[in-house]
C-alpha cells in the first residue's frame, strides 16, 4: 500500500469523524449558522478534493511549489491555502510550509493566532539559512513563513534575485511549498511568484468573479508560461438544510 494512499484514506476517515467546538461567545441566528457550515464544510472537502488532485494522484512527480492566487480581493484564497497546507501536513514524514507572500493584506497569521513580525521580508533582506524565518504552528509538521515587518516598498522584493534563492532553498526544506499570493487582477506578485513555482491554483468567488476578468487573468498566465493546475470557486452556497445535508 503506498503512502499517498495511506494518507488519502487517513484524511477522509478525519474529514467524517466529528469533531467537538468550543462554544462561541455569541451565537449567529439558525440560518446564518447553517450558510456557514456549509461554506466551511465544503472549503474543508474542495481543499482535500485538491490536494488529491494535484499532490497525491500524479502519475508522475507532484509539483512541490505551488502559488494560490485569487482573481479578486476577497476571494478567500488565504482560508484555501491554509486548508490545503494543513491537509498536506497530516503527514508528519512530508513537512510543509505556508508562504505568506501576499505583502499587500497578508491574513495567514492571523488565521493560525501567530505573530507577523519575522518572516519573509527578513528572509529577502537578511543572511542565514532559511528555517529559523519560519515558525512551527502545529504538531502536525507544518511552519509558516509569515510576511515579516511591512514597508510601502515590501512588494519589489518580490522581484528580486535573492526570492529565487529562497524559494530554492524552501524546495531543499520541505517537501511541499504553498504560497499565498495577492490577486491577479490588481497586482503582478502572483505572476512573479509563479514563474519560480511548478504552477499556480486560481481562486474565484461565486456570484462576484466576472467571467472576462477570469479570462483574461488566465490568458495572462499562459502567455507567461505559469501551469494552471487547478481553479477553486470559493464561497457557494448550500441552500439545503444542515440536516438533509449530512444525509447526502
Not at 488532485?53 to 480581493?73: K, M, S
Request: charged share 25%; net charge neutral.
Amino acid at each position: 500500500m503506498s503512502k499517498h494512499f495511506e494518507l488519502m484514506q487517513r484524511m477522509e476517515e478525519e474529514q467524517s469523524s466529528p469533531t467537538e467546538s468550543l462554544p462561541a461567545p455569541f451565537s449567529p441566528p439558525l440560518g446564518v449558522q447553517r450558510k456557514r457550515n456549509g461554506q466551511r464544510r465544503w472549503a474543508n472537502d474542495e481543499a482535500l478534493r485538491l490536494v488529491q488532485q494535484i499532490f497525491l494522484l500524479q502519475t508522475q512527480e507532484p509539483p512541490r511549489v505551488v502559488v494560490f492566487a485569487g482573481i479578486d480581493h476577497g476571494n478567500g484564497c488565504s482560508q484555501i491555502c491554509a486548508s490545503v497546507a494543513e491537509i498536506l501536513a497530516k503527514d508528519a514524514r512530508r513537512p510543509v510550509c505556508l508562504v505568506e507572500a501576499n505583502f499587500r493584506s497578508p491574513a495567514l497569521p492571523e488565521l493560525f493566532g501567530t505573530t507577523n513580525h519575522y518572516g519573509l521580508t527578513e528572509a529577502l533582506l537578511q543572511k542565514g539559512p532559511i528555517g529559523p524565518f519560519a515558525k512551527l504552528v502545529n504538531e502536525d509538521n507544518l511552519w509558516l513563513l509569515s510576511s515579516g515587518s511591512l514597508a510601502s516598498d515590501s512588494p519589489r522584493l518580490l522581484n528580486s534575485e535573492r526570492l529565487q534563492e529562497r524559494i530554492k532553498e524552501l524546495r531543499q526544506e520541505f517537501e511541499f511549498v504553498i504560497i499565498d499570493a495577492p490577486p491577479l487582477t490588481r497586482y503582478s506578485d502572483a505572476l512573479a511568484l509563479g514563474k519560480l513555482a511548478d504552477g499556480l491554483v486560481l481562486v474565484l468567488e461565486a456570484d462576484s468573479t466576472r467571467r472576462d476578468a477570469a479570462a483574461v487573468v488566465a490568458a495572462n498566465l499562459r502567455s507567461a508560461n505559469i501551469p494552471i493546475l487547478a481553479a477553486v470557486l470559493n464561497k457557494r452556497t448550500f441552500p439545503i438544510p444542515d440536516t438533509i445535508y449530512k444525509r447526502l
